[in-house]
C-alpha cells in the first residue's frame, strides 16, 4: 500500500515536472531581432542635385579675393625635412624600398606599364592558360555557394514570418492579397463583435483546396449569432474562388496544412 | 510496468515537438455588392394570366423577378447582373443549375423560381442557390390571390436578403406619407400609403382637411396622425385594415405631434390648454389618459 502511494507520489511529481519543462509556451526563447539598421537610398548622378546657393557663390569670391589681395613673401619656405630620431638605425627593408624609390625617380624609357603593355601573337599564346580559366570557374561555384549560404540565414525582414509560419513575408504577402480580392464582406455586420472566422484548409501541391474546415463552427447555430454564419460562408466563398490559391512552388510540408483567420473587425474598424 | 511508464513519458515529450500550422490572417476584402444572378421565374404550362384592375400581366414570372432585381439594386448591397448574360433556361435551372455556366458571369447567388396561375391563387415557388459552393441555400413556396403577386416578390427579396446578409429585410413594408397636389394657393394635402418601392399608392383621406405628421404604429397597422376637426388641430387613429377612422380623446384644446410608443400599446401626444401645452399619453384599449410633464 505505501509503496504503491509513494511511487504514485513519485510519478506524479516526474509528470508534472516533466509538463513544466514540455510545455511550449515555457520553452519558447525570446525572439533576439537583430538591431533595426536605417539606410537612406540615394540617386547618383553625374550632376549634383544641390541647387546653386547664390549667398554661398558671393562669399567664395570674397575669399578669393581675399587670398588674391595677401602679400606673399617672395622667400622659399623652409623644406620640410622628416625628422629623424638621432638614434633610430634604418633596417635593412627599408634600405632596400629606398633605392627602389630612387631608381623609379630616375627617367626610364624602357619602362612600360602593364596595362598598356602590348604582347605579340606568341606571347598571347603564352598569356592563354586554360588552367586559370578552370580556376576562374570554380571560384565562380565558389561565390555562388556562397550567395546560397547567405540567401539560406534569417534576415531582418522575414524573421517574424518565420516564426509564425512556414511561409516568407513575400509569399504570405502573394497570398494575402490574392485572397483580399476574392473576399466580399457582408454588409451589415454588427460593430464591436467578435468577427473572427478561421477556417482550416488541407491544400493539394497545387494550391487546390481539399479539404476546407470552419474552427469555430459550433458557434454557427447559436442564437444571436446568424451574422457569424453569413460571415463564415462569405469566407468559405472566398477562397473557392481564389482556388487554386498562390502558394510557393516548394516546402510542401510546410503550408499544406493552413489556417486562415478572417477577421473582419479591422474593416469594419476603418 | 516502470518500462512502460517510461515508454509513456517519452511519448508525451515527443507529442509536444508537433509541427504548428501555417496561420494567415486576412484583414481586408472588398465592400463591392455582391453579383446575383436572377433568373426570370418559370410560368408552368395551362397557367393564366394575372389580371389586376383593367390591365393583364401576361408573364407574371418575369415580372417578379423584375421585381426583385430593382429591390438588389436599390439596397446597394447586390448588383444584379444583366438577363442577356444567362445561359441557362429559367425552367431548367430550377431543377438543376449548371454552376459552371453561372460562374462564367461571375454569379455568386442565384434566385431560380416557377410560378402556378389559377383563376384565384398563385403559387410561387423559389429557390436560392450558393453558385460557388454549387449548393442550395433556400427554397420556398408562397401561396396567395394573384393581386397579391407584388408582394411575393418583396416577400423573396426579404427571404434572400436575410439568408445573405444576416439582416432582416424591408422590402416587404409600406411607407405613409403625406401627397399633396394642386396650386400653391390651394394644396390638397392627402394622407396616402405605398410600398417602399413606390408601387400600390392608395389614398387614406380625400382631402378635404389638412393632414400632417402621419406616423405608423410599430406592432400593428394602426396609423395615428394630425388633422384638422373642428376647425381645430386633432390627433387621429386609423386602422388600415378596416379604414376606421376616430378621434383620439374629446379634449376642450388642441392635440398634436402624436407618436406611438415602441411596444405599440400607447400614445404620446401635445395636449393644449389655455396657451400651455403638456405631454400626455394615452392607452389605445383603455383610454386612460395620463399627464408626464408637470
Sequence with gaps: MNRSIFLSLVFHTVMIILTAISLPFMMRSPIDLPPIVSVDLIQITDKTSIPFAAKAAKTLEKIKKKEEERVVSEQAPPSEKKKEKPDRIPLPDELNQEKKQIIKKKQNPEEIKDEIRQASEFEKEELFDPNQIAALIDKSKEETAETLKKDNKITQSNVKNSFSSGLTLSQEDALKAQIFGCWSLPLGLPYHKNLLVRIKLKLKPDGTVLRSEILDHARMNQPGQGFYKVLAESALRAIRICQPLRVPPTGYDKWKDLQLNFDANEMLKG | ?294
Design chain 2, 1 to 294: 510496468m516502470i518500462k512502460k511508464i517510461l515508454f509513456i513519458f517519452i511519448l508525451f515529450i515527443f507529442s509536444n515537438s508537433a509541427k504548428a500550422v501555417v496561420e494567415v490572417d486576412i484583414t481586408r476584402g472588398n465592400l463591392d455588392p455582391l453579383p446575383i444572378a436572377v433568373s426570370p421565374l418559370h410560368v408552368e404550362s395551362g397557367s393564366t394570366d394575372v389580371k389586376q384592375g383593367d390591365k393583364i400581366i401576361k408573364n407574371v414570372g418575369e415580372k417578379i423577378s423584375e421585381v426583385i432585381e430593382v429591390n438588389f439594386k436599390r439596397s446597394g448591397l447586390f448588383n444584379p447582373l444583366k438577363k442577356n448574360s444567362f445561359v441557362q433556361d429559367p425552367d431548367i435551372a430550377h431543377i438543376k443549375p449548371r454552376f459552371e455556366d453561372w460562374r462564367l458571369i461571375k454569379a455568386q447567388a442565384l434566385i431560380t423560381g416557377k410560378v402556378n396561375v389559377t383563376e384565384n391563387k398563385i403559387r410561387v415557388e423559389f429557390r436560392l442557390w450558393d453558385v460557388v459552393a454549387s449548393k442550395e441555400m433556400i427554397a420556398l413556396a408562397f401561396s396567395t390571390t394573384p393581386n397579391n403577386w407584388r408582394r411575393i416578390a418583396h416577400i423573396i427579396s426579404d427571404k434572400v436578403y436575410q439568408r445573405l446578409t444576416g439582416e432582416k429585410g424591408y422590402f416587404d413594408t409600406r411607407i405613409i406619407y403625406v401627397s399633396e397636389t394642386g396650386p400653391k394657393t390651394q394644396r390638397f394635402k392627402k394622407l396616402a400609403i405605398m410600398d417602399q418601392d413606390g408601387a400600390n399608392v392608395k389614398y387614406l383621406t380625400l382631402g378635404n382637411e389638412l393632414v400632417l405628421t402621419p406616423r405608423f404604429n410599430p406592432q400593428n397597422q394602426l396609423v395615428t396622425y394630425l388633422s384638422y376637426f373642428k376647425n381645430l388641430p386633432r390627433v387621429y387613429l386609423l386602422d388600415i385594415e378596416t379604414g376606421v377612422q376616430e378621434v383620439v380623446g374629446d379634449f376642450p384644446g388642441m392635440t398634436f405631434a402624436p407618436r406611438f410608443s415602441p411596444d405599440g400599446k400607447k400614445i404620446i401626444m401635445s395636449f393644449a390648454k389655455d396657451g400651455n401645452s403638456d405631454i400626455y399619453t394615452m392607452d389605445i384599449k383603455t383610454r386612460v389618459v395620463e399627464k408626464i410633464k408637470k
